[in-house]
């Protein structure tokens, strides 16, 4: 599948393209107060130190809210399409898309695990799918 667009790359985002490309997640992590910082930036937003350092994460996380696009944005992801704030076990929310099984009624609370998806023109794109299921697609 085509059509997601490039990834918008500010002054501190491309280590991090360059890490989901690898089918690993890393975010930069304040090197004074091991803070993790999300999106990437110039300081740490707790301690204000500039130092940082590129870890990895686990993936692990639970849905901190969600809705349903019922217009489409990309090709990729035709309507009716879900988008996912995750708080990650790190402490930092990422915003994403649940891909397999949908949970019944409210999804706030559910757990989730960081997958790739490697769309026909070679991109990858980090997505979450609930935790213990057996979704179809790549794996992380």
């Known amino acids: 599948m085509t059509g997601f667009p490039e990834p918008r790359m500010g002054l501190y985002d491309a280590v991090m393209w360059k890490h989901v490309a690898a089918r ?26 500039p130092d940082s350092e590129w870890q990895p994460v686990g993936g692990a996380g639970v849905i901190a809210s969600w809705t349903i696009f019922h217009r489409q944005f990309f090709e990729a992801y035709p309507a009716p399409h879900n988008c996912i704030a995750v708080l990650l076990s790190e402490g930092v929310h990422m915003v994403s898309t649940l891909e397999g099984p949908h949970p019944e009624g409210d999804w706030i609370g559910r757990a989730v695990q960081l997958h790739y998806r490697t769309f026909d023109d070679a991109k990858v794109l980090p997505v979450f799918r609930l935790a213990g299921g057996d979704g179809d697609g790549d794996g992380a």
């Open 24 to 49: 690993r997640l890393c975010l930069q992590r304040c090197v004074r107060c091991s803070t993790y910082r999300y999106p990437p930036g110039p300081c740490c937003a707790n301690c204000l130190s």
